[in-house]
Nanobody
Framework: QVQLVESGGGLVQAGGSLRLSCAASGRAVSNYAMGWFRQAPGKEREFVAAINWNGGSPSYADSVKGRFTISRDNAKNTAYLQMNSLKPEDTAVYYC?????????????????WGQGTQVTVSS
């Protein structure tokens, strides 16, 4: 079993930055893909970014390309999401996810393990 705990959320003004962290425990996730999703009130959970086990081939939703950067530190069993130039429409609960299958990483069904989420609120 893999447990994931997100941190780093909070309230920020539009144009500001936040860095989310996702700490994994239970087993090493160095050979797992890691992803970030978000869910705004009244909306479906949507893909934000994903990264392969070795840090290569990052993928991003069009809405965050050029503003968000996903990364990982396998030595720390942790993934990150650097969010710059934040907009009010980025307001959501952000979830970290992990999976060893390395397929379907842009879909919720591609992930077995999920964190509890961290709230990000961007004020205008």
């Amino acid at each position: 079993q893999v447990q994931l705990v997100e941190s780093g959320g909070g309230l920020v003004q539009a144009g500001g930055s936040l860095r989310l962290s996702c700490a994994a425990s239970g087993r090493a996730v160095s050979n797992y893909a890691m992803g970030w999703f978000r869910q705004a009130p009244g909306k479906e959970r949507e893909f934000v970014a994903a990264i392969n086990w070795n840090g290569g081939s990052p993928s991003y939703a069009d809405s965050v390309k050029g503003r968000f950067t996903i990364s990982r530190d396998n030595a720390k069993n942790t993934a990150y999401l650097q969010m710059n130039s934040l907009k009010p429409e980025d307001t959501a609960v952000y979830y970290c996810a992990a999976d060893a299958r390395l397929t379907g990483l842009l879909r919720r069904s591609g992930y077995t393990y999920w964190g509890q989420g961290t709230q990000v609120t961007v004020s205008s």
